[in-house]
């Protein structure tokens, strides 16, 4: 346990900066160096091996196992992720990845950041772009439609709930994500061509508005029972 807690709070301490970028070309070349040693599907902790990285692995895979243990697998070997960078380096050419990308960015700024209405903004923003995408695209079962439909299940009450009582708020960010998805020439590069299912899609994000204009009261209502509900917790 001594080994784990140094290397957990040598990677807590640790300047984002100094973790390990997986997409950076030195980083590519090794694994390459280490494909070409190994062969295409090399064992996890061979890898790790091959990649100077065999103690911190084993370790890591040890406290992702002990149940008193939360810190990500990802955090504790001090990989760059979506997870771990910092919120700035995250939000930098966010319109230019992968949407799921811009939902942990609306997660974290909703959490983190307690940035209520910046996360609603980048929730909604992530939805819109994975929705032009996923019908734009064909993908197998089971695959990225199921992760998208799992993600915001997930997500979506957290949302929604902040939403539902800030209505105001969830109005105007709908028309900001709109306007913002037709301003914002970036995309996901897959996605560069998705064009007109985009603009089928920022159809059906302004037909949500308007069917949140006529169940406003309804939406209220439920709002004004949950604020009662938390205040009776709370006595």
């Not at 900066?17 to 295409?40: E, H, M, T």
């Not at 149940?67 to 997870?83: N, R, V, W, Y």
């Not at 910092?86 to 960015?105: K, N, Q, V, Y």
């Not at 020439?185 to 069917?211: H, I, P, T, V």
């Amino acid at each position: 346990m001594f080994a784990l807690a140094l290397v957990l709070a040598q990677v807590e301490a640790a300047d984002t900066a100094d973790l390990i970028d997986p997409d950076s070309p030195a980083f590519q070349a090794k694994v390459a160096a280490c494909l070409r040693q190994l062969g295409d599907e090399p064992e996890d902790a061979a890898m790790w091996t091959c990649l100077g990285l065999k103690e911190r692995f084993e370790i890591c895979t040890a406290q992702e196992q002990a149940s008193d243990q939360l810190i990500a697998f990802d955090q504790c070997m001090g990989l760059k992720t979506p997870e771990t960078m910092s919120l700035a380096d995250l939000r930098e050419g966010i319109a230019a990845r992968h949407p799921f990308e811009m939902l942990t960015l609306a997660r974290r700024t909703f959490d983190e950041a307690e940035d209520k209405a910046g996360g609603l903004f980048w929730f909604y923003a992530s939805q819109l772009r994975w929705r032009t995408r996923l019908s734009c695209r064909d993908f197998e079962p089971g695959g990225e439609g199921a992760l998208y439909g799992a993600m915001f299940e997930t997500l979506g009450p957290m949302f929604n709930e902040w939403a539902g009582e800030n209505i105001n708020v969830w109005l105007a960010t709908i028309d900001k994500v709109h306007d913002w998805d037709i301003a914002t020439k970036e995309r996901f590069a897959e996605d560069a061509d998705c064009l007109a299912q985009a603009k089928e899609q920022r159809a059906g994000m302004l037909a949500l508005k308007q069917s949140l204009i006529d169940n406003r009261a309804e939406i209220e209502a439920k709002a004004a029972e949950r604020r009662e509900a938390r205040a009776k917790a709370a006595l």
